[in-house]
Nanobody, 123 residues
Framework: QVQLVEFGGGLVQAGGSLRLSCAAS????????MGWFRQAPGRERDFVGY????????YYADSVKGRFTISRDNAKNTVYLQMNSLKLEDTAVYYC????????????????WGQGTQVTVSS
């Protein structure tokens, strides 16, 4: 069983930056494919980004491309989501997830989830 815990959410002004962390309990974290999703009130959980366990494949939603960056530190069992140039529409609960069984863009495909962390962007 993989346990995921997100850190780093909070309140930030538009144009600012925030870095989210997702720590995994699993010793085989280095072999886990990781995704980030977000869910705003009244919306479905949307794909934000994905990074393969090798680090060789990284994908982003069009809405965050060029502003968000996913990285991972396998020695620390942690994946990061660096968010720059934040916009009001980035306000959501952000989740990390592991081990997609199908499309990495489909939240239904992921087996393991963190509890989520709130990101609020103010004007």
């Amino acid at each position: 069983q993989v346990q995921l815990v997100e850190f780093g959410g909070g309140l930030v002004q538009a144009g600012g930056s925030l870095r989210l962390s997702c720590a995994a309990s699993e010793r085989t974290f280095s072999r886990l494919n990781m995704g980030w999703f977000r869910q705003a009130p009244g919306r479905e959980r949307d794909f934000v980004g994905y990074k393969s366990w090798t680090g060789g494949s990284t994908y982003y939603a069009d809405s965050v491309k060029g502003r968000f960056t996913i990285s991972r530190d396998n020695a620390k069992n942690t994946v990061y989501l660096q968010m720059n140039s934040l916009k009001l529409e980035d306000t959501a609960v952000y989740y990390c997830a592991a081990e997609p069984r199908a499309s990495y863009r489909d939240y239904n495909a992921y087996v393991y989830w963190g509890q989520g962390t709130q990101v609020t962007v103010s004007s």
